[in-house]
């Protein structure tokens, strides 16, 4: 792992402060009026409240109430009286952990960007500090792991944290518990263009065309040869197709298509409606890789990167016919640049890269000189990929449950390559389910440096009881059981996880998904949480405080306007949509809300027998929504003389 430390050592990614503040808009997500170049960072964070933009003040401490969820292990903000610690702006040090913002819940481990390292941890966590990593995992995330404090391994052993590669289908079934893989089951439905495009036919089929008009007319070959025949006989020459491997990556197999003799009709491809008018920077064409994190399916979270790379074409526009079997002038892909500058120097071919490959920052920017409304570009985005990702949340959801062991196990990154079009149009081309992590241009490790950090972060790792990799027969003595474990305070908790419900939890879902085109049942969904809604509520808003350059796209406050694409309601999606509601401008008060009822372990419990905290339906025919506490409810006592009377 030398080498790795030495060629890390090259990334030029900035280093953040490790202070960080909690921001006041925990549970919402705002855009900014300029696109995502104005989205606040780690160093800077910035809120609105009541349309006036302030700087953050609060700590992490602060929006804690007083918990403690790290116990004796260092926290992210850790202001510790030793004299050895120093500031974190000052020093390459980073603390190890990430420490919830509330009681009783374990912290997170913290992975670090250039330049930094954690702090040593005790040997004992060391050792199980392992990653498992494949023939694909990408060398900034090994850099980012080394790091971070990990060892990584390509041996088949069953004690490793954490994996990123790609997992067929089988391997999902032996992920156990405490272990965490990049990839959900059934994500494929979006990686592969065939199946995009079914998904996203589905959808506008249900709902019009215009609310999922953001893929280019396709039609998928051999099956639909009749229907691509058509098309070419009403447009003639008037418009141009690109041709398409159903499941191939890095632009291999595409070819242009203006003639009936360029299709490969006995070939398993798509041909698509190609843009022939892009919005154009500099005479050449371009398009934007946006990453996208989904950290849950059930309920649905997804993230979007507040930066990205833009890719530009090797020559300059033309949508000439004579041109458009030029690769060059109309491939984007990493790949087709490459071959284009392999006759140059290094030195020559490294501008010519940096001339090719933008920051997404960078192109909101230059846009906004041009005097173009970035935010309705950002909107157009963030609309489509929730669109696109709702149109298989239902068949990813239904293989999670059959093959994943636990929710934690899950997260996936994802690219999104976008086009606009001359009409600043925001097109959907294709999604990544494994994106571009590294190239030869610097723009990728600059942006890719910082997304794999704040990716990780996201995730939250976590380190496993002892217990959990090795299990201590009941027999055994106390003290044995006690050696075998590390502190309750910095180990994972399989109790914040579990998928066991209690009988009035299951009821409450049950009513609530009913009944979830009903606002006012909805408006009480929030008057009785149960243990259940406390854990789904403290890991979200614990995971957006880890957010980093990521901003929240799905839950936010205005996100119920999409429960209506989903295939079926879900109780957490209702859940989450009223606690950004309610919450949107008063975040700390739900924090203290939720922190007050982890310092009592009500998250821990399952069942409660906390009454405040198990869900009753009033029986009321005039008010069938209300709900009550079982604390609250009256037992309904027999009128006198209504007792049956035997008649001999």
Request: glycine residues 4%.
């Amino acid at each position: 792992m030398e080498v790795i430390r030495k060629s890390g050592q090259q990334d030029s990614v900035a280093s953040q402060p490790s202070k960080r503040n909690v921001s006041q808009q925990t549970l919402s997500l705002r855009h900014s009026p300029d696109g995502p170049s104005k989205v606040p960072s780690r160093e800077n964070e910035e809120d609105r409240t009541h349309g006036k933009r302030r700087s953050t003040t609060t700590t992490t401490s602060a929006a804690r109430g007083g918990g403690g969820g790290g116990g004796a292990a260092a926290a992210d903000d850790d202001r510790s009286s030793s004299a050895s610690n120093v500031d974190d702006r000052s020093s390459v040090y980073r603390a190890p952990f990430i420490r919830s913002l509330f009681s009783k819940t374990p912290p997170k481990l913290n992975f670090v960007g250039d330049g930094q390292k954690v702090r040593p941890l005790p040997t004992e966590i060391q050792k199980l500090l392992r990653w498992k990593i494949s023939a694909v995992t990408p060398l900034i995330v090994l850099r980012c792991l080394v790091r971070s404090g990990f060892k990584v391994t390509l041996e088949d052993d069953e004690e490793w944290l954490g994996f990123w590669g790609y997992l067929q289908p089988p391997g999902f079934i032996a992920v156990h518990h405490y272990q965490k893989v990049n990839h959900f089951p059934g994500t494929y439905e979006l990686a592969r263009k065939d199946c995009l495009h079914r998904n996203v036919s589905r959808m506008r089929k249900l709902f019009g065309k215009e609310k999922f008009d953001f893929i280019p007319k396709t039609f998928i070959l051999p099956d639909e040869t009749s229907e691509l025949k058509s098309a070419f006989r009403k447009f003639r020459r008037k418009r141009a197709w690109i041709v398409k491997p159903r499941a191939s990556s890095n632009g291999r197999g595409i070819q242009m298509a203006v003639k009936w003799r360029d299709i490969p009709v006995d070939q398993m491809v798509i041909v698509q409606r190609y843009i022939t008018r892009p919005h154009l920077i500099n005479k050449k064409k371009f398009d934007l890789m946006v990453y996208v994190n989904v950290t849950s399916f059930n309920p649905l979270r997804i993230y979007l990167y507040t930066d990205g790379v833009a890719r530009f074409a090797s020559a300059n526009y033309s949508h000439s016919a004579k041109g458009f079997h030029n690769h060059y002038i109309h491939i984007t892909n990493y790949n087709a640049q490459n071959h284009s500058s392999e006759s140059k120097t290094d030195e020559l071919r490294q501008e010519v890269m940096r001339q090719h490959n933008w920051s997404m920052k960078s192109i909101f920017w230059h846009l906004k000189n041009e005097g173009i409304d970035c935010s309705l570009i950002w909107s157009q985005i963030v609309d489509l990929v929730i669109k696109t990702i709702i149109s298989v949340e239902w068949g990813v959801c239904r293989r999670v449950e059959d093959q994943v062991k636990c929710r934690y196990s899950c997260h996936e990154l994802l690219g999104f390559d976008i086009l606009l079009d001359e009409d600043l149009k925001a097109w959907l081309i294709e999604v990544n389910k494994l994106p571009a992590l590294h190239s030869f241009a610097s723009v990728f490790s600059e942006v890719s440096g910082r997304l794999v950090r704040d990716c990780l972060n996201l995730a939250g790792f976590m380190i496993p009881n002892i217990k959990d990799l090795h299990p201590v027969p009941r027999d055994s003595t106390s003290s044995e059981q006690s050696n075998c474990s590390l502190s309750n305070d910095v180990c994972r908790d399989q109790r914040l996880w579990t998928r066991e419900k209690s009988r009035d939890e299951e009821a409450k879902h049950r009513y609530y998904v009913k009944r979830h085109e009903n606002k006012e049942a909805l408006s009480t969904i929030l008057n009785t949480l149960t243990p259940d809604d406390i854990r789904i509520l403290t890991e979200t808003v614990d995971e957006f405080n880890r957010r980093g350059e990521f901003v929240r796209a799905f839950p936010t406050s205005t996100t119920h306007l999409y429960h209506k694409y989903f295939d079926e309601p879900r109780y957490y999606n209702l859940l989450l949509h009223a606690w950004c509601k309610k919450y949107y401008n008063n975040e700390q008060a739900g924090i203290s809300l939720l922190e007050s009822f982890c310092q009592r372990g009500i998250h821990l419990q399952n069942p409660t027998s906390d009454p405040n905290h198990q869900w009753r339906r009033v029986r009321n025919d005039n008010d069938p929504a209300a709900v009550v506490s079982s604390s609250r409810r009256r037992r309904r006592r027999r009128p006198q003389g209504s007792a049956l009377k035997t008649t001999h």
